[in-house]
Nanobody, 123 residues
Framework: VQMVESGGDSVQAGGSLRLSCAVSGYTASDYSMAWFRQAPGKEREGGAATNSFGGTYYADSVKGRSTISRDNAKNTLYLQMNSLKPEDPAMYSC??????????????????WGQGTQVTVSS
């Protein structure tokens, strides 16, 4: 199982980014998947999640300005982030688990993780 994130960049506040998580070794659509982020000195926090039924869930910190989606043909998970704020910079990681979660689960509930992609926001 391998998960590789990409798309992190340095953008100005108010800008947009699309993060990608390319999955190999399993069929992503069969798994509950999520995006987490962790800033230096802070705990990892959940951002968005999706399950094998296509349901989505967003944490308050990204709700209304982010969209989680999958491209099953490419076995890839995405996170579209708009209206980026100065508090959004962090290492963003995708996570997956074979168990079904109807909403965003705690980090320890996900067995598979990517290495992360860095997002920086300048004001």
């Amino acid at each position: 199982v391998q998960m590789v994130e990409s798309g992190g960049d340095s953008v100005q506040a108010g800008g947009s980014l699309r993060l990608s998580c390319a999955v190999s070794g399993y069929t992503a659509s069969d798994y509950s998947m999520a995006w987490f982020r962790q800033a230096p000195g802070k705990e990892r926090e959940g951002g968005a999640a999706t399950n094998s039924f296509g349901g989505t869930y967003y944490a308050d910190s990204v709700k209304g300005r982010s969209t989680i989606s999958r491209d099953n043909a490419k076995n890839t998970l995405y996170l579209q982030m708009n209206s980026l704020k100065p508090e959004d910079p962090a290492m963003y990681s995708c996570a997956a688990d074979r168990r079904w979660y109807w909403r965003l689960a705690a980090p320890h509930a996900y067995n598979y993780w990517g290495q992360g992609t860095q997002v920086t926001v300048s004001s």
